[in-house]
């Protein structure tokens, strides 16, 4: 089993910036996929970033060149670093890992964004 913990979330103002980051209990180098993903209220939860193995990156197109996910596999630990924050980016923030057999979710990270 492997535990992930978020943290970086809070209240930010428009146009603001914030940085999550994600820790697995283990090494990260076994998860063919990790990648952050939020909810908004009343929506479905919708992927917002991912990366591979290899370290290939891709993004929804709401946050393309506004948001930028990393990996330190040293710290075993995925970022997700988000400029230019708007109103829209409210949401749970989760990060999650797939490995060839098994789903691992965090808790969730409550991002605000809000004058």
């Known amino acids: 089993q492997v535990q992930l913990v978020e943290s970086g979330g809070g209240l930010v103002q428009p146009g603001g910036s914030l940085r999550l980051s994600c820790v697995a209990s283990?090494?990260?180098?076994?998860?063919?996929?990790m990648g952050w993903y939020r909810r908004a209220p009343g929506k479905e939860r919708e992927l917002v970033a991912l990366?591979?193995?290899?370290?290939?990156?891709n993004y929804a197109d709401s946050v393309k060149g506004r948001s930028t996910i990393s990996r330190d596999n040293a710290k075993s630990t995925v970022s997700l670093q988000m400029n230019s924050l708007k109103p829209e980016d409210t949401a749970v923030y989760y990060c999650n890992f797939r490995d060839g057999t098994d789903d691992y979710w965090g808790q969730g990270t409550q991002v605000t964004v809000s004058s």
């Open positions: 283990r090494s990260i180098f076994s998860f063919n996929y």
């Open positions: 990366i591979d193995r290899n370290g290939v990156i």
